[in-house]
């Protein structure tokens, strides 16, 4: 790890971050300017040295036997990452998934319009759950938070995407 190269563009990864944090600048147009023709720049390399101190934290915490916590709050994380990949695949069947558009901006419009349905899907999905719950508990039915906590949105089971 070269934390030289941290220190000595410190100033510039701040206003990178703030410029990020307040809209002026995209992170795609940061992306390119922090490598050019396969070699990042000087700037770029001190992001990834930064990277890297985040990334040997990360691990180490993976790989402490003594708090599991840390792991099984990654492992949740992933399955809900994962469920919702799932979802965005089922609802983007048309062309299997695949970003078709040749250009930049039709790509972004594609993503933005999956998006905007995946978004609908899930609160759908999240305003139906709640209606069963409170429906089931005010029947008299006694739901434990343990079992709420494991409901999600993210299924697609009850989706009929195809128009069957």
């Not at 790989?63 to 399955?79: F, G, K, W």
């Not at 809900?80 to 965005?88: D, G, I, M, N, T």
């Not at 005010?138 to 009850?158: E, T």
Request: proline fraction near 2%.
């Amino acid at each position: 790890m070269n934390l030289s190269k941290i220190e000595t563009h410190w100033p510039d990864m701040l206003r990178v971050a703030g410029s990020l944090v307040t809209n002026q600048v995209r992170a795609y147009d940061l992306l390119r300017m922090f490598g050019r023709e396969g070699r990042l720049s000087p700037l770029g390399q001190a992001f990834a040295e930064y990277g890297r101190i985040d990334k040997t934290l990360h691990l180490l915490a993976l790989c402490d036997p003594v708090d599991e916590s840390y792991r099984r709050r990654m492992n949740r994380q992933l399955t809900v990452q994962e469920s919702r990949h799932r979802l965005a695949r089922a609802i983007c069947h048309g062309k299997r998934g695949n970003i078709v558009q040749a250009y930049r901006e039709g790509q972004e419009d594609q993503l933005a319009a999956l998006g905007l349905v995946l978004n609908a899907v899930v609160l759908w999905t999240t305003r139906y759950l709640d209606a069963a719950v409170a429906e089931l508990e005010a029947a008299g039915h006694v739901i434990q938070d343990a079992d709420k906590a494991r409901l999600s949105p993210l299924k697609d089971k009850h989706l009929n995407c195809l128009g069957r």
